[in-house]
């Protein structure tokens, strides 16, 4: 099948989304309906998309043994942030250290067509070539005679994390450097956008490529997840999706207590990286912003699932008391 031609924004929709992002700040939201909720602002708004290092509250160094105790168990780097957006407390360890972002940046790509596509475009055909597959493409591998619209493009990526997918929304966008230049727009000045899939999940020691921190995919997802970046029915759509994500559930979401809810994007790469990001809700009270970012700095490590639960356990109960244990997220 043919490829499908970018149809590129209007002028008047470039000028309208640049004149919301000089806008944007975190929210909050209702927690008993995360996909639904308005953005509204919370007592911890700001804008651009990084959190100032000194927003974090006595809990980050209350916590920092706890951590370092989580690294030397695992054998790994930690690098976290999380954010209470109704109180604007919050806990960070090592949070502006860089780590391979791999497959979490798929949510800062379909953010970045949400903001720019409209309904219509979202059901526009995308084809593609098998020679288009990767090896990880569970669901645009049963697509290629026909293509796939674009929204079902973006929820593959979002909720089985398929390599081809994303490449396919980052053709969308002109390659890496759209996204990075929409990265930019939303205000983010630290993630580095350079490669495509597979080759942007290297994580070599050094490389700055494909790289961010904790800090500053936290705040990207506020925006987009909580805050005004996004039309209302979009922010909705990319909710949904990331609720219903196949692949978080040993992450953030095993770390919850019952009755949690969990907006996450997964990621794994080289040298044991492994990654989650989200925004959780609790049955009351405001949502929680998390970004878990590690690595075990050998290219043969092992990534461990269990080290990402724990650190967001740890960052959980400082901020909100002592959690039963989950998983609690559905």
Partial sequence: MCRSERRRPSGRRAAAVALGLGLLGGCGSDPASPAHAPATASPSSSSGSSFSSSSSSSSSAATAPAFRALEGRFHANI?????????????????????????????????????????????RTLGYDRSDLLDHAPVTSRHVDAGMPLRDVMAAALQYSDNTAENLMLRELGGPAGLQKAVRELGDTTTLVNRTEPDLNEAAPGDTRDTSTARALAADLRALLLGTALPAAHRALLTDWMLHTTTGGPYIRAALPAGWKAADKTGSGGYGTRNDIGVVWPPTGAPVVVAVLTDRGRQDAPSDDALVADAVRTGLTALRGPLSRGPGSS
């Fill in 79 to 123: 690098g976290l942030l999380l954010l209470d957006t109704g109180t604007g407390r919050s806990v960070a360890y090592r949070a502006d250290r860089r780590f391979a972002t791999c497959s979490t940046v798929k949510a800062l790509a379909a953010g970045a067509l949400l903001r720019e596509d409209g309904d219509a475009d979202l059901g």
